[in-house]
């Protein structure tokens, strides 16, 4: 290890950042990424994101440690001297199972010890990138009909099937809720980000204009394995067939006061931040016992007042059913949303469970209050030019809305995740503009979407 090339780059990266900081224009974060991997080379990935210009000599890498749980020692021992900074555990769905795994990373039981400082080192996971969407699995979800959204299911590079308990993040949350209601501790009570993971130094590009995730390596329809190649490539060495599976994701919406490095910095440990697909949507998510109504023209401030926002606790009342206001607007420039979604997990008898309800529909669809799912709303798409359904979906959606099995004795979360009409995947458009079919073996179109953070209902004897 040549010390003196990783403290050369490690200031270059720390100068570039403070230099080309703004406040209230462009905020700039000094950060990197720790790759520490599990034995296996299990993904356990985390992006350190330090709060101002106080940073540390050199970073913490996997060369000093690939267990997780020593950086969080390294970040504790920086803030104690002031140096205050956050991590945030990504590409999850890679790790094997082991991002949140019931035991430590080497083996033993999780306690409140390490609960406490995983979360105070780690507020926000990922849910969302290039490499797949960590939200859930179809097998931990069989009856959600939109948890098969950028799944991979096999080890970069193999055809190995990939484990999906303890690798994706709704999966973590109710872990998190049955270890609160069995020990006393929630180790996964995580606010939700969305982010590239791109290796061209860019933030995520739209559908119609994805660039790739690797530079040169897949810098066009044909590398990234969307197009049919034009040349022999006998050895494999150009067409990377693994990319055509890679998402066009993902972006983090942040709640601040302000565009300023503390204010953002602020909202990420609050966890007022939400994830999107790649849209640049936005999501208000509130809960509480004395919300104001869906039309007053004060919603958001009286909601501040008489609720809690996403990422919060909303302590039960015994003889009270809280209400829910979520409200979200559509990108300017990506499709329509279709439908306004919550997703419920909470703990009964030693049991995780979990329930996706439609709560509000475009087009003035009515929710279906047998199935708590609005119908289709039609909108289709044109895979000859890629146009869209004009005159169908909602610029916002926004309802007041009660969970109709709601028990103030059960540990729950609630996050809210919204879904835009379909719309063509990237592969389509390289397909499209190079006059060819598209792939059949991946997706034609999708549905773009975003995620809140989410809501935890706390038992009073909790």
Same mark, same amino acid.
């Given at each position: ?16 950042? @403070?230099?080309?900081?703004?406040? =209230? ?6 950060? +990197? ?16 994101? /330090?709060?101002? *210009? ?12 690939? %267990? ?36 430590? +990373? %080497? ?23 290039? &490499? ?79 660039? =790739?995730?690797? =530079? ?26 693994? +990319? ?14 302000? %565009? ?10 609050? &966890?007022?931040? /939400? ?6 949507? &936005? ?20 909601? +501040? ?12 009342? *015994? ?57 289709? @709303? ?34 729950? /979360? ?8 379909? *719309? ?39």
């Amino acid at each position: 290890m040549d010390v003196e090339v990783i403290t050369t780059a490690w200031n270059d990266i720390v100068e570039t950042a @403070n230099r080309h900081n703004d406040p =209230g224009n462009f905020t700039t974060f000094v950060a +990197y990424e720790y790759t520490g991997t599990g034995p296996n080379r299990e993904m356990l990935h985390r992006n350190v994101i /330090f709060r101002d *210009s106080n940073a540390p000599d050199l970073p913490f890498s996997r060369l000093d440690s690939d %267990n997780p749980a020593d950086l969080w020692d390294w970040m504790d021992n920086n803030r104690s001297i002031g140096i205050e900074s956050l991590a945030i555990p990504h590409n999850s769905n890679y790790s094997e199972g082991l991002m949140f795994d019931l035991v430590d +990373y %080497n083996g033993n039981p999780l306690d409140s010890a390490y609960a406490d400082q995983r979360m105070r080192n780690e507020p926000l996971v990922e849910i969302t990138q290039v &490499k797949g969407t960590s939200e859930t699995h179809p097998a931990l979800s069989p009856n959600d009909e939109w948890a098969n959204f950028g799944v991979l299911y096999t080890r970069i590079g193999t055809d190995v099937l990939i484990q999906p308990e303890g690798a994706y993040v709704r999966d973590a949350l109710l872990n998190g809720i049955r270890l609160q209601e069995e020990q006393d501790f929630n180790p996964f009570k995580y606010g939700i980000s969305g982010s590239s993971d791109t290796h061209n130094g860019t933030a995520v590009g739209s559908e119609d204009d994805f660039y =790739g995730v690797s =530079g040169l390596l897949d810098s066009n329809g044909q590398r990234r394995g969307s197009v049919p190649l034009d040349t022999p490539d006998p050895d494999g060495s150009l067409y990377f067939d693994r +990319y055509a599976r890679f998402g066009a994701s993902g972006m983090t919406g942040v709640w601040a006061e302000e %565009n300023t490095r503390e204010a953002i910095y602020d909202a990420f440990r609050r &966890k007022e931040t /939400f994830g999107t697909s790649g849209p640049r949507l &936005k999501v208000r998510f509130f809960a509480g016992h004395d919300l104001p109504e869906i039309d007053d023209s004060e919603l958001v401030a009286k909601a +501040y007042e008489g609720g809690v926002t996403m990422g919060g606790d909303l302590i039960a009342e *015994s003889d009270g059913v809280p209400s829910f206001i979520a409200w979200a607007a559509k990108d300017p420039n990506s499709a329509p949303l279709q439908r306004l979604q919550i997703i419920k997990g909470w703990v009964e008898g030693g049991e995780m469970y979990e329930q996706v309800y439609d709560i509000a529909c475009s087009d003035r669809i009515v929710v279906d209050p047998t199935t708590n799912r609005c119908d289709d @709303n039609g909108a289709t798409v044109n895979l000859e030019n890629c146009s869209i359904s004009s005159n169908l979906g909602a610029s916002e959606l926004r309802v007041k809305w009660t969970d109709p099995n709601y028990d103030p004795t059960r540990n729950a /979360f609630y996050y809210v995740r919204a879904l835009e009409n379909p *719309s063509c995947r990237w592969s389509t458009w390289d397909a499209m503009r190079a006059g060819v079919d598209p792939r059949p073996d991946v997706p034609a179109t999708i549905q773009e979407r975003l995620w809140s953070s989410p809501i935890w209902i706390i038992p009073e004897r909790n």
